[in-house]
């Protein structure tokens, strides 16, 4: 049996969803000549195997994470991004016109994923990230200079619920709050409640704390005609479009995403 072979074997017996597939990934970021490969190769690419068969998630292990059209660095620091959340970057650029100087703001940006895939793809325009964790923020940065918008990019590393958290206002927000009700967190898959960081996945007793928060605060910042844009859990867009009843933002549309389940819920001021 060949490293390969016994890569696969091994992910197959742990049900991984994709055993052939992480096993070549695994075996590109520790072999790329393979099949020719040194011991040293050899023993990164079982090392990496022994994480995932502990369910550490790929991506965490090899640290990127492919998004919507590029590759960003992810750590036990941030959100892993997922397909999902694409939903949220293509409606947003949808709204923003191509040679558009729009001012973008991206609350709990995270790895920057949402952040830095708007502004790859309108050149003109500027963006803010805010976020509470600085760690998180180390990992944005990076990924801002690594994908060449540092100079368009600025991070804050502040809570939305700080009074006078921001100055100014944006044409368009941004945001993939945690939306996890408390309770559920311990019925998460392991790659994720043991690897993703809390306080991106704990929206509290009912999972709605963040979007009650952005209520308050996004009609301050938002400018008039500015659209608001909010990824919601599975059967949460009702209840975050009543939250905003009484914001003064108007409802444009609820977004699927491939799966059927309303993911992107859209306003507008």
């Known amino acids: 049996m060949n ?14 969803s994709s055993p052939r597939l992480e096993a070549d990934i ?46 960003f660095k992810v750590n036990e620091n941030v959100l892993t991004p ?8 293509e409606s947003a650029l949808s709204l923003i016109p191509q040679t558009s100087r ?18 790859a793809e309108r050149p003109y325009c500027i963006g803010t990230g805010i976020d509470l964790s600085a760690k998180a923020l180390e990992v944005a940065t990076e990924n801002a ?20 958290f921001i100055k100014g206002q944006y044409d368009i927000i941004t945001s993939n709050p945690p939306y996890i009700p408390s309770q559920e967190i311990n019925t998460l898959e392991p790659e994720v409640k043991n ?5 991106a ?25 500015g659209y608001i844009l909010l990824e919601v859990g ?16 108007k409802p444009q549309k609820i977004v699927p995403d491939l799966a059927g389940i309303n993911r992107c819920v859209i306003l507008k001021k």
Not at 82 to 89: G, S
Not at 145 to 164: G, M, P, Q
Not at 195 to 199: A, F, G, K, Q, S
Not at 207 to 220: H, S, T
């Open 3 to 16: 490293l390969r072979e016994e890569l696969i074997a091994a992910l197959i017996a742990a049900k991984v």
């Open 102 to 119: 729009w001012q973008i703001l991206d609350l709990g940006t995270g790895s920057g994923c949402i952040l830095l895939s708007l502004l």
């Open 201 to 225: 996945l704990d929206g509290g007793a009912d999972g709605l704390n963040c979007y009650r928060e952005i209520a308050a605060i996004a009609p301050l910042i938002l400018k008039d005609n």
């Open 145 to 164: 200079e690594n994908l060449k918008l540092a100079h368009r990019t600025e991070f804050i590393n502040k809570s939305w619920t700080e009074e006078n």
């Open 195 to 199: 690897y993703d960081p809390l306080t």
């Open 26 to 71: 695994i075996l590109k970021h520790t072999a790329p000549d393979y099949p020719q490969i040194s011991l040293e190769e050899t023993a990164q690419a079982r090392n990496m195997l022994a994480r995932r068969l502990q369910n550490e998630p790929l991506d965490k292990i090899i640290g990127q994470r492919e998004f919507y059209k590029s590759v």
């Open 82 to 89: 997922r397909p999902d959340t694409e939903i949220l970057v």
């Open 234 to 249: 599975y059967n949460q867009a009702e209840d975050v479009m009543r939250i905003f009843a009484n914001s003064g933002l």
